[in-house]
């Protein structure tokens, strides 16, 4: 156990350090992990409710209802502590477009836009096959409304 | 002394002679004869062709397409004009033959080029028909009183002459792929002509000429942020019908989610068909993977 945890404390030392390298401080590294982690968990509950929409794996109501029950809660957090300075895309890690801190209200807009769809589609997800695909047409439009404007292009 | 004005002379006459080489060919006279556009089928070609992504108001809803919008390039900025319905600001009061011929050859009705940031090098090789369904679409879309803005170009693109030789080299109406199939020649309608896939995943050379030997391998983007994706199969492993779902919902095969300029193509591409959208993946599968940008 003890090595593990030597292991596990080294592991992240380093990869600490080697984002310092890009004189990311550590509230700036938390900050930038948290949201990629947060963003990366929207794709796993998206990942069954998007394939059931697609057809490609079998409905079924109670995995439906929990995704969206967890991508509505997901969608409702506050994220203001997501927004540190100095995190936009102007750094290598990250895709965060300056615009999310040059235009907050319209960032927010969108964000609530997102927190309106996931909330639709929790309420009818265990509801059938068909509830499920006609709320999971907004949820994907919310989502590109904000990769639109907010998410810089990858390299 | 005396061999100055030869000399100027012939300059002029050079100059003329490649005036009128490359002067502003629109369509001919006839080309709209016998043909009668359907404004229903016109708005699965306006989605098709992607018009409102680029001439709708910023932010503005799809179908006011009062212009305004600006696209950064490697020659100055251009501004999307307004070609909603106003006789005035708009184009209104043109006829569908100057319609066409704006669209499929770049000339205004005034006889002037029009920059390729308007892609009729694509529109090019549109069906005459499809073009004319679109501009019967067109003319059911509101009016909207905007004034067009000027672009902002860089010393000589200022000069719309110098696109005569331009259009002389680039502006071809042959199609780059072979498409043996009912589906692959609907595929190539939507993505060589149509779609103007090209215009941003094809690499371009120095005089902003598309690269057809890189045939949609992937392109700088032209606003210096990010690079466009590879979509030929060297680049895009999904299958047809992971491709066909991500025109319809934006989604990757990950549930990530298309962003930047491919959100507005999105939009455009949820309004086709299922079957479109397979055509558009059968297109870009039968590809060949040997392409290359490097």
């Known amino acids: ?155 | 002394m005396t061999r100055w004005p030869w000399i100027a002379g012939l300059l002029v006459a050079g100059i003329g002679a490649g005036w009128f080489t490359t002067k502003p060919s629109p369509l001919p006279a006839s080309a709209l004869d016998g043909i009668t556009g359907d404004a229903t089928r016109g708005a699965v070609t306006f989605a098709a062709a992607g018009c409102a992504s680029c001439h709708n108001a910023p932010d503005g809803p799809l179908d006011v397409l009062a212009g305004g919008k600006s696209f950064t390039s490697d020659f100055g900025t251009f501004i999307a004009p307004n070609i909603s319905s106003d006789p005035v600001h708009g184009v209104g009061d043109w006829s569908d033959l100057d319609l066409a011929s704006a669209i499929m050859r770049g000339v205004s009705p005034e006889g002037a080029h029009y920059y390729p940031a308007f892609p009729y090098t694509s529109y090019i090789k549109a069906d005459i028909q499809d073009v004319a369904d679109l501009i019967a679409h067109l003319r059911t879309l509101p009016a909207d009183a905007t004034p067009s803005q000027p672009h902002d170009l860089r010393f000589p693109y200022t000069i719309r002459a110098t696109l005569g030789p331009w259009k002389a080299l680039y502006l071809r109406d042959d199609w780059v792929m072979d498409a043996p199939t009912p589906e692959l020649e609907r595929g190539r309608d939507l993505v060589e002509a149509l779609g103007h896939c090209a215009e941003c995943h094809t690499p371009r050379n120095a005089l902003g000429g598309l690269d057809r030997a890189a045939w949609l391998t992937g392109a700088p983007n032209p606003s210096g942020e990010g690079r466009i994706p590879d979509i030929t199969p060297a680049g895009l492993t999904w299958s047809e019908q992971q491709i066909a779902e991500y025109l319809k919902s934006g989604f990757t095969p990950e549930f990530d989610s298309a962003g930047g300029t491919m959100a507005d193509v999105i939009r455009n591409t949820a309004q086709l068909s299922d079957e479109d959208r397979l055509a558009i993946a059968a297109y870009l599968k039968a590809l060949p993977e040997t392409l290359s940008s490097e």
Not at chain 1, 40 to 59: C, D, K, N, S, V
Request: net charge negative; aromatic share 6%.
């Open chain 1, 1 to 155: 156990m003890h090595r593990k945890a030597i292991l596990a404390t080294t592991a992240l030392c380093l990869s600490v350090s080697a984002v310092l390298a890009q004189d990311l401080n550590e509230e700036q590294q938390r900050a930038l992990t948290a949201r990629q982690a947060h963003m990366g968990l929207y794709g796993f509950y998206l990942t069954p409710l998007g394939q059931m929409a697609q057809e490609t794996i079998p409905y079924d109501a109670q995995t439906a209802a929990a995704a969206a029950g967890n991508l509505a809660a997901m969608a409702a957090i506050d994220q203001s502590a997501f927004w540190v300075d100095g995190t936009d895309s102007s750094i290598e890690t990250s895709r965060a477009r300056a615009e999310i801190w040059t235009d907050p209200d319209g960032y927010l807009q969108v964000k609530q836009g997102m927190a309106e769809a996931t909330e639709a589609l929790a309420l009818v997800a265990g509801d059938g096959l068909d509830a499920l695909k006609g709320a999971f047409g907004p949820v994907g439009q919310s989502c590109g409304a904000c990769h639109q404007t907010y998410r810089a292009p990858a390299n």
